[in-house]
């Protein structure tokens, strides 16, 4: 068989639990497309679910492979990731997430190969031992070549080895704001007659926090009635989201679940939000800043290190709904100050949160570990 020397291609496996509309899954999406024209890089892919959402991975004409598991505890999944290993004979291995970290590093480790453990996606609060993946970090980092955070505050909080751990920030790709639906024809298709549009785009589940976003909209619909409230993401339009909003208000909020038109939604919002419980970084603040939307978040974790306070919109404190109000009332009412904060978010994910720059990042590492 031809060496990596003799051939000048990196071989990789990339494992992953779920192809779901998550953040992860869209960072990966778009690094396969990318790499896909990189002819030194050659690679598979493990998919540990039937969520498949980023159905382009089926149009790249990659290997493509689904370990499904049948129990939490099905000991088969080690013996195909195994064989599978052992077939395709990668020099780097490249999990995900918390899950796949656990079965990839010891056969990485029994078959030699090198672990590049991305779970760090995220940035742990309270007591960590009783956080599933800050276990899983202690459990396989000893056996990862390299640890890829998303954030700096994920590998402080992670306490990851100085001497393994990178930054590698998320990349947002332009090419996906072309063709989007004329603004428009959205707010007509939403039903939307307000002056001025907020939303949020993340799923609803215990790491974000809508009840604080809901309880800022609250705040201000009593004083107003210009705005209209969007939520972008899985289960958004579950009853338990509805629970949360106060009947007098409905009309004012649409609650829209998971869509495929992510982009077009944020385009024909004023401000974009993100109150959370902890964060790496988000690719909605990125998809926000891209598209020149002020951005109202929550402040801590990695969202310090994509928005700058005051120039690129505003950070706030954890569940705090009165200050979050403030923030997006201040925006609400200076058109100016939208555009200029906007501008200088787009301008900065060009500069330092490209897909170009998170692509070659991704295969100068390659490179450097093959």
């Known amino acids: 068989m031809a060496t990596r020397k003799e051939t000048g291609t990196v071989k990789i496996l990339f494992v992953i639990d779920t192809l779901g509309p998550g953040g992860k899954e869209r960072r990966l999406t ?30 790249m004409g990659i290997k493509f492979h689904k370990i499904i598991r049948k129990t939490k505890r099905d000991l088969t999944v080690y013996k195909k990731l195994y064989d599978l290993l052992r077939h395709y004979k990668p020099e780097i291995v490249h999990c995900w997430d918390s899950m796949t970290a656990v079965y990839m590093a ?50 402080k909080a992670y306490c990851v080895p100085a001497d393994k751990g990178v930054v590698i920030y998320n990349g947002f790709n332009f090419s996906r704001l072309e063709g989007i639906t004329p603004c428009q024809d959205i707010i007509e298709e939403l039903n939307i007659s307000t002056n001025l549009i907020v939303g949020m785009v993340a799923t609803f589940w215990e790491r974000k926090d809508y009840a604080t976003f809901y309880k800022a909209a609250h705040i201000l619909l009593k004083k107003r009635s210009d705005v209209t409230f969007l939520a972008v993401g899985s289960n958004t339009d579950s009853e338990e989201s509805l629970k949360l909003l106060d009947s007098e208000f409905i009309q004012y909020f649409r609650l829209l679940g998971k869509s495929t038109n992510v982009e077009s939604l944020i385009n024909i919002m ?44 505003f950070l706030v404190r954890t569940s705090d709904p009165l200050q979050l109000a403030e923030k997006l009332e201040i925006l609400l009412n200076n058109e100016v100050l939208r555009k200029e904060m906007g501008l200088a978010g787009h301008e900065r994910v060009g500069k330092h949160f490209s897909i170009n720059r998170m692509v070659t990042e991704y295969v100068n590492l390659y490179k450097l570990i093959a």
């Not at 497309?33 to 149009?59: D, Q």
Request: aromatic share 4%; hydrophobic share 45%.
């Open 30 to 59: 778009e690094l396969l497309k990318a790499l896909n024209k990189h002819h030194e890089i050659c690679f598979e892919l493990v998919v540990m679910s039937e969520s498949i959402h980023y159905t382009e991975v089926h149009e």
């Open 270 to 313: 004023d401000i974009g939000v993100l109150a959370t419980f902890t964060e790496g970084i988000s690719n909605a603040v990125l998809e926000y800043m891209a598209l020149a939307k002020p951005v109202v978040a929550t402040g801590g974790s990695g969202t310090e290190e994509l928005v700058e306070d005051g120039i690129t919109g």
């Open 106 to 155: 010891p056969l990485a480790r029994i078959l030699k190969i090198k672990l590049i453990n991305g779970m760090v996606i995220d940035v742990p609060s309270g007591i960590k031992v009783l956080n599933k993946h800050w276990v899983r970090g202690r459990l396989t980092f000893p056996m990862s070549k390299v640890i890829v955070a998303n954030s700096k505050a994920g590998l």
